[in-house]
């Protein structure tokens, strides 16, 4: 029986090198057409722009894993364009092209990777809003800016590099709103020096921000994205009072949350992270979890970013290695296993730099829409509170709709834990349920 | 708000259609790229609260749905546009 390897990002990548170099020939499966993930995303064909132009101070690593996958390719079985939808002992159910298979297998190394984690506030479902990490795929994969005149609001260094990014592209960045109070100060702070040429990356993205008379401002608290239809401006509040920016379009972002939705299904305990204020899966320093045969690596279980997803990925599939009783480098283990070390100090300090701004989700009004799937308010959640999550998204389907709740998810157990009064890892998490995504009815059915 | 092109508009052209009118997009377009290069929004929410126009880009949040002739509904941001689609916003 097999190995699969799930989400050919940074951790798959460095999962799959591992097991070929152990002589297994492992499935990799990925709902892109391609490797890469979401931040070394490949241009469709026919693209032209440098990796430099595209992966900036990180396109060395982006060049080194394309590479590296390239030449795995004859010795992996690759599923690209194919949607695991459910797990289940020893199975995966795949959707490709309409078409559905089981693919089998003894161990799973899930890597699902991340989206943004966003905070709900009026007007944010109107055209023109979109994520930060959305803003840079368009950018990066399509060559398009979300907009003529785009604010980013948010906090994180996903908001600094994707301004950044923007205005080297030639986009017109019409402000950058940190709800962070003085991040400038926080990229001072000691820990973050640990990040060595990370943290560097960051300071230069805002100087140079600053330097190209880019408005920013620090510690903002925004009020609503306004507009009839479409975007015309972002209203917020600081200390000196209300202001006003026109915009036309907006991207918004509080840090990254990882995809666990299918560690979920396959029965993974859940441990609620009081620094990244979510509910992650439980594994090892190694990537094992209490499911036998489920491994994880990379932000599909804790944020860590790209580069602590390559050591991740490389690390659990040496766990793998051993546990099918093949010969393991145990050198390499213990380079992996040091680097690892150094991250997770250099990201505790980015983690509390940054930290996600829950009062700001718990205290949304009553009419703005919480569940963007279905447009349900958060006044809607208060009024059906119940002192569990799961059972107040039966009464309102906050959580329930097209997006299983990845969008509003962490910002629901705010407003539920708010309206209760208690600490919002009392209000439990939302459970995964199959499909992970829409599928076709007579793909559920076969499955 | 309309996408701008910053780059890679050296690409073929796409004739497709939306909503049935003719439209023109570059080879490489995901369906969200190509419709909102013509057109503001993606799709009209079910619930009444207006337009909208995708959200994340990644194929998480299932908010850019629309219908293509032959293939049912499919998410915008991570199909890709060819030579003749038919497209319809729900």
């Not at chain 1, 803003?135 to 980013?152: D, E, M, P, S, Y």
Request: charge should be positive.
């Amino acid at each position: 029986m097999t190995v699969a390897v799930v989400g050919a990002g940074p951790a798959g990548t460095r999962a799959a090198e591992v097991l070929v170099q152990a002589g297994l020939r492992p499935v990799v499966i990925d709902e892109a057409p391609d490797n890469g993930g979401r931040i070394y995303q490949r241009p469709p064909a026919g693209f032209r722009r440098s990796d430099g132009d595209l992966y900036g101070t990180e396109a060395h690593k982006a060049q080194a894993l394309h590479r590296r996958f390239d030449q795995l390719r004859g010795a992996i079985d690759l599923r690209a364009s194919t949607l695991v939808w459910d797990v289940r002992p020893q199975q995966l159910l795949t959707l490709r092209d309409g078409r559905s298979e089981t693919i089998g297998f003894e161990q799973a190394i899930l890597c699902t990777g991340a989206m943004d984690r966003v905070i709900p506030l009026p007007g944010w479902t109107l055209p023109g809003v979109y994520t930060l990490g959305g803003a840079q795929v368009a950018l990066k994969t399509q060559g398009c800016a979300i907009g003529q005149a785009v604010a980013f609001l948010g906090t994180g260094p996903l908001l600094w590099l994707v301004a950044y990014q923007y205005a080297k592209a030639g986009a017109r960045v019409a402000a950058v709103l940190d709800t962070t109070d003085f991040a400038t100060k926080a990229w001072r702070t000691g820990g973050l020096l640990r990040g060595g040429r990370t943290f560097l990356n960051g300071l230069r993205y805002v100087g140079w921000l600053r330097w190209r008379g880019v408005r920013i401002v620090e510690g903002v608290v925004p009020e609503a994205i306004e507009g009839d239809g479409e975007v015309t401006g972002l209203r917020y509040r600081t200390r000196h009072g209300t202001h006003h920016i026109a915009c036309d379009a907006v991207g918004i972002g509080w840090g990254l949350k990882p995809e666990t939705q299918l560690a979920d299904l396959a029965g993974v305990s859940f441990a609620f992270d009081p620094v990244q204020r979510g509910w992650l899966p439980v594994r090892n320093e190694a990537g094992r979890t209490d499911i036998r045969g489920i491994y994880l690596a990379g932000d599909g279980v804790r944020i860590g970013g790209a580069d602590v997803a390559e050591l991740a990925g490389a690390r659990v599939a040496w766990a793998v290695v051993e546990d099918r009783g093949l010969p393991v480098d145990h050198a390499a283990v213990a380079r992996l296993d040091r680097a690892l070390q150094r991250q997770a100090k250099f990201r505790q300090a980015l983690d509390r730099a940054f930290p996600y701004p829950h009062r700001l989700a718990a205290g949304m009004a009553d009419d703005t829409i919480l569940c963007r799937c279905e447009a349900i308010t958060a006044g809607a959640m208060r009024a059906a509170a119940t002192a569990e999550v799961n059972r107040t998204k039966a009464l309102t389907r906050i959580g329930m709709g097209r997006c299983q709740g990845r969008v509003c998810g962490p910002a629901a157990a705010e407003v539920l834990a708010a309206a209760l009064g208690c600490p919002v890892e009392q209000v439990g998490r939302l459970r995964g349920q199959p499909p992970v995504k829409p599928i076709p009815m007579r793909t559920a059915a076969a499955g | 708000m309309r996408l701008v092109r910053l780059a890679e508009t050296a690409r073929p052209a796409v004739a497709f259609t939306l909503d049935g009118a003719p439209a023109t997009a570059l080879a490489g377009d995901t369906l969200l790229t190509a419709i909102l290069a013509n057109a503001e929004h993606v799709r009209t929410s079910e619930f009444g609260d207006g337009n909208r126009a995708g959200f994340c880009w990644m194929g998480a949040c299932q908010d850019c749905w629309v219908l293509v002739q032959g293939e049912g509904r499919v998410r915008a941001c991570s199909t890709y546009v060819a030579q003749g689609m038919a497209v319809l916003r729900p």
